[in-house]
């Protein structure tokens, strides 16, 4: 990979984080960049994944505060997060280049989808605020329905978080912040189990993960300053046209 390969990647791992500090969605930038010089798509979904660790590490001890008093449900949701992680990962390996690259713009159109339908999301989980029943709540069977969630975000991730949090939503009687919190716990446990078996893939492109995972913190220490001044509602639309652009490209190039 040479130097202005690398000096992409890693405008656009700045992008990416800044991106996600906003409004989410990083990914939507930073794994066509990775296609677009020349790194094969599973390899670019490895390399993503295993880049974007630093960034669900910070997110998470940022909100460590909201995890107080949430040991049991740690207890239940983390090894879920670890086997979807586990099982995504397994499943990317084994589905091939063609196959993955032929669900690639179906899963972009996915996570773009997600991305312009949060803030309604949001809204319909605030609004169940206070009104899931105890006894659902205090269920161990309550855990299961971030299952699927978690395999999706091993196998490609983005959007995963929005996925999370509205199943978390759902089954748990909660304040938003707290379940925010929650999901982020879920998402890293996800993401680093995905990473460590993918790790040994042989498909890494170490390079671009370096200057990923210091372009990702770049960016999102630009993306929290820049948070009070950019109006998020009109970057995410600008994230999703580019989505959307992007699944059409790939779509064409079939």
């Not at 909201?66 to 879920?80: E, F, K, S, T, V």
């Not at 509205?166 to 912040?177: N, P």
Request: aromatic share 6%.
């Amino acid at each position: 990979m040479n130097s202005t390969a690398l000096i992409l990647i890693g405008l656009a791992a700045v992008a990416g984080g800044a991106v996600n500090a906003l409004a989410g969605g990083g990914t939507l930038i930073t794994f066509p960049m990775l296609t677009a010089v020349g790194v094969p798509a599973v390899a670019a979904n490895i390399t993503n994944t295993i880049a974007l660790c630093p960034g669900y590490l910070g997110a998470t001890y940022a909100q460590r505060s909201d995890l107080q008093g949430q040991l049991l449900r740690l207890c239940a949701l983390l090894p879920i997060g670890v086997a979807g992680g586990l099982t995504g990962g397994v499943l990317l390996l084994h589905s091939g280049e063609q196959l993955f690259r032929s669900l690639v713009p179906h899963l972009i159109l996915f996570a773009v989808a997600l991305l312009a339908f949060q803030d309604p999301m949001r809204t319909w989980i605030m609004g169940r605020t206070g009104r899931v029943p105890s006894s659902l709540a205090s269920r161990g069977l309550k855990a299961l329905p971030v299952a699927p969630a978690a395999v999706y975000g091993g196998y490609f991730g983005a959007g995963a978080s929005v996925i999370i949090l509205a199943v978390l939503g759902l089954v748990m009687d909660d304040t938003l912040k707290r379940l925010n919190a929650l999901k982020q716990a879920v998402a890293l446990s996800m993401n680093i189990a995905a990473a460590v078996f993918l790790v040994f893939s042989g498909q890494v492109v170490w390079p671009a993960v370096l200057v990923m995972a210091a372009g990702a913190v770049a960016g999102g220490v630009i993306g929290g300053r820049l948070a009070k001044r950019v109006p998020v509602v009109m970057l995410r639309r600008i994230i999703v046209t580019i989505g959307v652009i992007v699944a059409l490209i790939y779509l064409v190039n079939q």
